[in-house]
């Protein structure tokens, strides 16, 4: 439950846990998630790789290696990603592995192989899901680096469209390439956008439609815990 609100706080409790009862499996990986959330990458990575020897389960394999990644062996975070049990992993885990293993390429200045990394069939899926919507922003930022303004707006659109639950700043960044400033969001009217270089709001009934943007059934934002990117 504290996760999100107070990071800190949720590690204190998993780490009182951890103290009182080391040897179960759901401790462990709680601790270590919990570690993770606030930056402590050595510890979470060593109490998710003994919740996975405990447990058995693979789940965590892109959240130890963001972890490397964290502690800047972008190496050892590709190892981990091309792990065998990658396979057997359901498809937000899996696309949350490639999302990392193109941070690790781009980590050793490696955009275009990041690319690849990250051109995957699910590219072609528009269904609302958080894991949608982060694999269709990361391939959008790859596409930016690389200077590939057309398609990276084409995607962070992408990304927004399908963000519901606002797991992305794909808003945020789709505005910075329009030349366009966010300035309000309205859950009834939609999202009012202006130039960039203009301060004022429009009025109401004023509002540009066409120039700008002003419609909030496909738009979203926010970030996560640890920019895997």
Do not use: N
Not at 23 to 31: I, K, L
Not at 203 to 225: F, I, M, S
Request: aromatic share 6%; net charge negative.
């Amino acid at each position: 439950m504290l996760l999100d609100e107070d990071p800190e706080r949720a590690y204190a409790h998993a780490a009182y846990a951890r103290r009182k009862a080391s040897r179960v499996p759901g401790v462990r990986e709680a601790s270590g998630v919990a570690a993770y959330t606030v930056g402590k990458w050595q510890e979470a990575l060593s109490d998710l790789r003994a919740a996975r020897r405990m447990s058995g389960r693979d789940s965590f394999l892109a959240i130890m290696a963001d972890c490397e990644r964290g502690l800047g062996r972008p190496e050892r975070a590709l190892e981990i990603t091309g792990d065998p049990a990658a396979a057997s992993l359901d498809t937000a885990d899996r696309i949350e592995l490639r999302i990392v293993a193109a941070g690790a390429r781009r980590d050793m200045g490696d955009a275009k192989a990041a690319l690849a990394e990250l051109q995957v069939p699910e590219l072609k899926e528009r269904r609302a899901r958080p894991w949608v919507a982060r694999l269709f922003y990361a391939y959008a930022d790859v596409l930016e680096e690389l200077g590939r303004e057309d398609d990276a707006r084409e995607y962070f659109s992408r990304a927004s469209a399908v963000d519901s639950d606002g797991v992305t700043d794909a808003d945020e960044r789709l505005a910075a390439i329009e030349g366009v400033e966010l300035v309000d969001v309205d859950t009834e009217d939609g999202i009012v956008w202006t130039d960039a270089e203009e301060q004022e709001l429009p009025e109401a009934d004023e509002a540009p439609v066409g120039e700008g943007r002003d419609r909030r059934d496909d738009r979203g934002g926010g970030r996560a815990p640890r920019d895997r990117y």
